[in-house]
């Protein structure tokens, strides 16, 4: 009997403290991690991602993005219900995206998002059908300011030029302010790895598997640490170059300082000269170094023909002088014209592109000064004739690529 008291006291004194422990505010409660929702949006090398990140049992307190290239950003005070991040990765790949949230407690919660990024299509629908080869008996020649690194999204840019050299078939390019870093590691010569026309001549190799030589110098240093110069492209076998001083200083440490590069290629046809030409623009109204450098361009492509038994030669690049400027502004242009011994490949298709009013239409730059400044002249020859020619890195055509919106121009030989 004593025994059977014993157990009802001893069970009904559980009952009670299990009753009032059940009853405790003391009593421990487990915490729920963070609940995240992540959508995303690519746009070539660009992302968005959209997080919604909220706790069910309290706030979150942190968000953390891995972009899977080394690159972390964290976000505190903020909605993390509706957060949206952008990043802008530097070349094509496949990332693991980690996104982690942390709640009031400390605790988090993670998720992994594998998104392939790659360039946006290059497209050449706008370019005119004229502008496309149709024989063996026609050449393309392109002319472009390459904007010495300044430009957003220059690896895409980058692409973007490739894409038009390869689809396109494009035999010779002219570049200006075709750079390097001045403390990027040397890969041959005076030729650094980051240097532009070598960028944009391995891509054509490892996208088109088309060799283009390249021959490159520098003239001066583009906002002090790049090393900037002009350079020629061409897939064509290189006979000889040469690079020379056309301005009156030859300082690296002044913009004034100005260099022209020149190629010989040997066609099945005969001997084409290509130079590329980056003038300095005219500071006053009695200032003569543009006039002078242009000069000096003509007499180097004077002598180069001289010594080599060419069929036509080229002038490219951009000369800073607009032919509907007022003069003296527009006097460059008219001393590379001469005696009539060259022709302005452009305005040969468009004879209005001269007509003051000057039409926006023909600006192959943009900015505070927009204009007609970058040319592809042909001196004079009986072999060639201009076929076509377009202002083609435009958002209405190809998609800008520089501050400069470049020239294209097609030839044919004259059987």
């Avoid at 009670?16 to 405790?24: A, M, N, Q």
């Avoid at 390097?180 to 005076?190: D, L, M, N, T, Y």
């Avoid at 980051?194 to 088109?208: F, G, H, P, T």
């Amino acid at each position: 009997m004593d025994l059977i008291k014993f157990s009802i006291r001893f069970f009904s004194v559980a009952l009670i403290l299990l009753l009032l422990t059940g009853c405790s505010k003391d009593i421990e409660k487990s915490n729920q991690k963070p609940a995240l929702s992540i959508n995303s949006v690519t746009e070539g090398l660009s992302v968005t991602i959209m997080i919604s990140a909220t706790d069910p049992d309290g706030t979150v307190s942190e968000v953390i993005i891995d972009w899977g290239d080394n690159k972390i950003d964290t976000f505190t005070d903020t909605d993390f219900s509706n957060l949206e991040a952008d990043h802008l990765y530097t070349d094509p790949a496949t990332y693991n995206i980690i996104v982690a949230a942390t709640d009031n407690e400390g605790d988090s919660a993670a998720k992994t998002i594998p998104l392939a990024v790659d360039f946006e299509e290059t497209s050449l629908a706008s370019i005119k059908p004229g502008m496309f080869k149709t024989s063996e008996n026609e050449l393309l020649i392109l002319t472009i300011n390459l904007h010495t690194y300044q430009e957003t999204r220059q690896n895409e840019k980058f692409n973007m030029i490739t894409d038009a050299i390869g689809k396109m078939d494009i035999d010779f390019i002219a570049f200006q302010e075709c750079a390097q870093h001045k403390s990027a590691v040397i890969v041959e010569g005076i030729i650094r790895e980051d240097n532009m026309a070598l960028i944009i001549s391995e891509r054509l190799k490892d996208k088109y598997d088309v060799d283009y030589n390249f021959v490159w110098n520098w003239a001066h240093y583009g906002w002090n640490v790049w090393e900037e110069g002009v350079s020629i492209l061409s897939k064509h076998p290189l006979l000889d170059t040469d690079e020379r001083y056309v301005s009156s200083n030859t300082n690296t440490g002044t913009i004034t300082s100005r260099k022209v590069i020149y190629g010989s290629y040997q066609m099945a046809e005969g001997v084409i000269n290509v130079f590329s030409a980056h003038t300095h623009w005219r500071t006053s109204l009695t200032d003569e170094e543009q006039n002078n450098q242009i000069e000096n361009i003509r007499i180097m492509v004077e002598e180069k023909e001289s010594s080599t038994q060419d069929i036509v030669s080229f002038v490219c690049g951009d000369f800073n002088s607009n032919p509907t400027s007022d003069y003296p502004w527009s006097e460059g242009y008219n001393t590379m014209m001469g005696d009539n011994d060259y022709l302005d490949t452009f305005f040969e298709i468009y004879p209005d592109a001269n007509t003051k009013p000057a039409q926006s239409i023909y600006n192959t730059i943009g900015g505070d000064f927009p204009g007609r400044i970058d040319y592809i002249f042909m001196k004079d020859s009986i072999h060639f004739s201009v076929e076509d020619s377009q202002i083609i890195f435009k958002d209405d055509v190809i998609g800008t690529v520089s501050d400069h919106f470049g020239v294209l121009t097609k030839v044919s030989l004259i059987n």
